[in-house]
């Protein structure tokens, strides 16, 4: 069974920064595509930012310039650092990745961590 689990959320003011963290556990083989979503409340998730295993990086036209997505291959984690945060950032942000188990490759989410930015 795999697992992603995030941290790092929080409250946070207008113009801080915060640091998502989401670690995969489990019987993995190896991991595609990690990524960022978020949902705000009334609203449909969308990505924020998604990087390859080889680096290749996508980022939403709202976070260019101000979030940077990571990974470390070798501890199964992606890292998401917020830097000049907005009140429209506040929702939940989900991690998700592509993950092969043995040969199959399923898609995994995690179960969300709130992040709110006060003005």
């Known amino acids: 069974q795999v697992q992603l689990v995030e941290s790092g959320g929080g409250l946070v003011q207008a113009g801080g920064s915060l640091r998502l963290s989401c670690a995969a556990s489990g019987s993995i083989s190896s991991i595609n595509i990690m990524g960022w979503y978020r949902q705000a409340p009334g609203k449909e998730r969308d990505m924020v930012a998604l990087i390859s295993r080889g680096g290749i990086i996508n980022y939403a036209d709202s976070v260019k310039g101000r979030f940077a997505i990571s990974r470390d291959n070798a501890a199964n984690t992606v890292y998401l650092q917020m830097n000049s945060l907005k009140p429209e950032d506040t929702a939940v942000y989900y991690c998700?990745?592509?993950?092969?188990?043995?040969?199959?490759?399923?898609?995994?989410w995690g179960q969300g961590t709130q992040v709110t930015v006060s003005s």
């Open positions: 998700n990745a592509d993950i092969y188990v043995g040969l199959k490759l399923s898609n995994y």
